[in-house]
Nanobody, 124 residues
């Protein structure tokens, strides 16, 4: 089992920044690809970003390219999402997820382990 805990969400004004963190415990973290997903109010969960086991390969949803950056620190069993130039449409519950292998995927069905989520609200 892998336990995932997100932190860093909150209320921010449009144009602002937030950094989300995901702390992992349990089974080996460093050989697993990781991802961030989000669920806006009244909508389905959607892909945000993914990173492979080493951090050398990343993928982003078109809606966040150029604004969000995914990264990981395997020594700290942690993953991050730096979110800049936030927009009201970025408002959502953000989830951290882990796969059982090391390659990136953008479909939520390919992820085995999930955190409980952290709320991000972008509003003036």
């Amino acid at each position: 089992q892998v336990q995932l805990v997100e932190s860093g969400g909150g209320l921010v004004q449009p144009g602002g920044s937030l950094r989300l963190s995901c702390a992992a415990s349990g089974r080996t973290f460093s050989n697993k690809a990781m991802g961030w997903f989000r669920q806006p109010p009244g909508k389905e969960r959607e892909f945000v970003a993914a990173i492979n086991w080493s951090g050398g390969s990343t993928r982003y949803a078109d809606s966040v390219k150029g604004r969000f950056t995914i990264s990981r620190d395997n020594a700290k069993n942690s993953m991050y999402l730096q979110m800049n130039s936030l927009k009201p449409e970025d408002t959502a519950v953000y989830y951290c997820a882990a796969r059982r292998d090391g390659s990136t995927r953008i479909e939520s069905i390919d992820y085995k382990y999930w955190g409980q989520g952290t709320q991000v609200t972008v509003s003036s």
